[in-house]
């Protein structure tokens, strides 16, 4: 059974203050896997899909890397409105996509 | 402007009573989802479907249904059979691509309370 393992579940930043999310990942197959960001009460927003080992993605502030066990979500000098629960799900060899619960992200101005 | 619309924003049932949550999408997308999200945990699938007239139980079907007679709507019935129907509801589609599945756009959700 695939699974997805986030780490820290929450985690408060100043904010400039550099930091890393993890999502450790297991999973028959890897095809692709993705990160979201939730603010409360809203649906994901896609951010990024990761393909194969040593793939990189960026988007402003945010770079998501990967391997093959885990993946980092970089957030570089953050600001508030960056104030979020991240989720990161993989989808493997049975077709479906796993989710994992999400680390929840405060940046303090 | 491209994207999936979930109604109503809330929604409010008594025990006992069936109800009724709308998705539609307008991206063309194949697959739709849908998955309940409840505090501390993981987003879990309900249903899912790649193609009209054709739907999939995922991992906690119980007490729900589905249904996908056009290509843009996917609407998931609560029965009273849900004993615990209290969460937040979100829809989702994706292209297909062979048989992988590529990134899920959601919907801005529904959240259920059973009174």
């Known amino acids: 059974e695939d699974q997805v393992t986030q780490s820290p579940e929450a985690l408060r930043l100043q904010e400039g203050e550099s930091s890393s999310l993890n999502c450790s990942y297991t999973v028959s197959g890897l095809r692709g896997l993705f990160w979201y960001r939730q603010d409360p009460g809203k649906g994901p927003e896609f951010l990024f899909t990761l393909y194969s080992a040593g793939e990189e993605k960026e988007k402003e502030r945010l770079k998501a890397t990967l391997t093959k066990k885990e993946s980092f979500l970089h957030i570089t000098a953050p600001k508030p409105e960056d104030s979020a629960t991240y989720l990161c799900a993989v989808s493997g060899g049975y077709q479906k996509v796993t989710f994992g619960i999400g680390t929840k992200l405060q940046v303090i101005p | 402007d491209g994207g999936i619309t979930q109604s109503p924003k809330y929604l409010f049932r008594k025990e006992g009573q069936n109800v009724t949550l709308s998705c539609e999408q307008n991206l063309n997308h194949d697959a739709m989802y849908w998955y309940r999200q409840d505090p501390g945990q993981g987003l879990r699938l309900i249903y899912y479907?790649?193609?009209?007239?054709?739907?999939q139980k995922g991992d906690i079907a119980e007490g729900y249904s589905v249904s996908r007679e056009k290509k843009e709507s996917f609407p998931l019935t609560v029965t009273s059979a849900q004993k615990n129907p209290t969460a937040f509801y979100l829809c989702?589609?994706?292209?297909?691509?062979?048989?992988?599945?590529?990134?899920?756009?959601f919907g801005p959700g529904t959240r259920l309370t059973v009174l």
């Open positions: 989702a589609s994706s292209i297909l691509q062979g048989r992988s599945y590529n990134e899920q756009f």
């Open positions: 479907s790649q193609i009209v007239n054709d739907f």
